[in-house]
């Protein structure tokens, strides 16, 4: 096959680096999104979101004349939808964006294009959501235009050269799909391209992050016997980790972001009776930030009216994405219980959480502090100076809740530090 126009609908962390590598690959490409903010921020040049490397890719799209930015799709070789999937308040797949791109792709289709469905998605979306859809042009999947699902596997914070390096699958409706797939992403992917049928491709998809989901939940939960055990939950897992077939993972204050947070929940979703280990896990990890306020009423007594400084709300550390953070829910947590919380997230420092103050700046976030929290293991987190810190905040008791700081070090200064999974030392 040959490919020269591709429309990419969605340009979001997937997306918009997706579109832009393709064309700096040589092929025209054709930028879709439906909120006119995003389309308008990129027409003129912006970022609407931040991850590193992405400004200089995008800049180079545009600047080669074959990136363009519209609000609607065009007839092209092939179709790539990365729209959203999120879950509904009672944790089913909210497929409204995937079908609204598939069926804004309907009257644009011809035949012998290729459409590739990249959004994580409930098993067996490809074939009975999206193909339907399509076919509503009167063209077949499989016969008329080729259909396939192609996870992507990237991991924010490292997505432009993981896009480029990572294995991808490649799952078609039928064999002719899943060739013509491997054809599309030859053009700029250098991991290997295996094939196999779509809802393998979906299955799997939705195995890699309920695998994760799942082991961070028993270094969660193991962090949480230790606490009880009096063990040191950082030692522990060190130590196991020189067993030759044992890995255990971080605990920290649970799991958030847009992938691993929802995707387990599309199986139980399509198999309550039967994903029951996956369904606890998610629950143990939802639970982990009322833990960590656990670990700090401990720590202080009565939290009505303390003065808090809440030290990351990102997902994860060095990203600036909030979704699903458990950060916000520690901060809420605190909030409800009478704490005072100002917020800090230095990767997006204008940031703006319904209900949890924020700061816009270290220095503001700790001027009342009689005690950090530190929520998110940021880069600028790791080189605090505690003799400095002790001079722009009034308390000394630090919570460091993912084994960021050496304690000797700030308990030198006078410090008080108590880290999540490791034994009070008063
Ligand atoms: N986390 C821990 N302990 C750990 C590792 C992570 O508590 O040891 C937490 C993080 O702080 C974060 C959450 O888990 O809140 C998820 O972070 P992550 O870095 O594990 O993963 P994501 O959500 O940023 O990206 C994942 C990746 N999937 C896997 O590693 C299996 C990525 O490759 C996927 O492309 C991405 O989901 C996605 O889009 O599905």
């Keep these: 096959m040959n490919f020269n126009k591709v429309c990419v609908l969605g340009l979001g962390y997937i997306g918009l680096p997706t579109a832009s590598t393709f064309a700096t690959h040589g092929l025209q490409v054709i930028g879709v999104d439906i909120n006119p903010e995003v389309v308008q921020t990129l027409q003129n040049g912006g970022l609407h979101i931040q991850e590193p490397g992405l400004r200089t890719l995008v800049q180079a799209a545009l600047r080669s004349g074959n990136l363009s930015i519209r609000n609607q799709p065009q007839e092209a070789d092939a179709f790539i939808i990365a729209v959203p999937t999120p879950f509904y308040e009672d944790k089913k797949a909210d497929l409204r964006a995937v079908s609204a791109a598939a069926a804004a792709i309907a009257p644009y289709l011809r035949k012998g294009n290729l459409v590739v469905l990249e959004s994580t998605s409930p098993p067996r979306t490809t074939m009975d959501v999206v193909a339907p859809l399509l076919e509503q042009s009167g063209l077949k999947s499989g016969i008329d235009f080729h259909l396939a699902y192609v996870p992507e596997r990237v991991l924010p914070g490292q997505i432009l050269r993981e896009l480029i390096e990572n294995a991808r699958v490649i799952g078609g409706v039928d064999r002719a799909s899943a060739e013509a797939g491997r054809e599309l992403y030859r053009l700029f992917v250098r991991g290997e391209l295996i094939l196999t049928d779509a809802t393998t491709a979906e299955m799997v998809k939705l195995m890699e992050n309920t695998y994760r989901d799942v082991n961070i939940a028993i270094a969660n939960e193991f962090a949480r016997l230790a606490d009880r055990f009096g ?62 306020v656990d ?28 979704r699903e953070s458990p950060a916000i829910a520690v901060c809420q947590q605190l909030l409800q219980a009478g704490a005072k919380v100002r917020a800090f997230e230095p990767n997006r420092v204008h940031i703006k959480v319904e209900g949890v103050p924020t700061a816009q700046s270290l220095e503001e976030a700790l001027q009342d502090a009689a005690l950090m929290v530190i929520l998110v293991a940021h880069q600028p987190f790791r080189t605090f100076d505690p003799a400095t810190i002790a001079k722009m905040m009034p308390g000394r008791l630090v919570v460091d809740a993912v084994n960021l700081l050496d304690e000797w070090h700030w308990e030198a200064e006078g410090f008080r530090v108590v880290k999540l999974g490791s034994p009070s030392k008063d």
């Excluded at 204050?253 to 309550?272: K, M, Q, R, T, Y």
């Excluded at 202080?300 to 990351?312: E, Q, T």
Aim: aromatic share 6%.
């Design 231 to 292: 063990v040191d939950i950082w030692e522990a897992i060190a130590l196991a980790n020189r067993h030759p077939r044992v890995n255990i993972l971080q605990p920290g204050i649970g799991v958030g972001g847009h992938c691993i947070s929802v995707d387990p929940w599309f199986l139980v979703e399509a198999a309550p009776d039967l994903a029951r280990l996956i369904r606890t896990a998610r629950m143990v990890n939802d639970e982990q930030p009322a833990f960590v």
């Design 295 to 322: 670990i700090i009423r401990r720590s202080v007594g009565d939290l009505r009216g303390l003065n808090v400084a809440a030290l990351g709300l990102s997902y994860k550390a060095d990203v600036d994405d909030v």
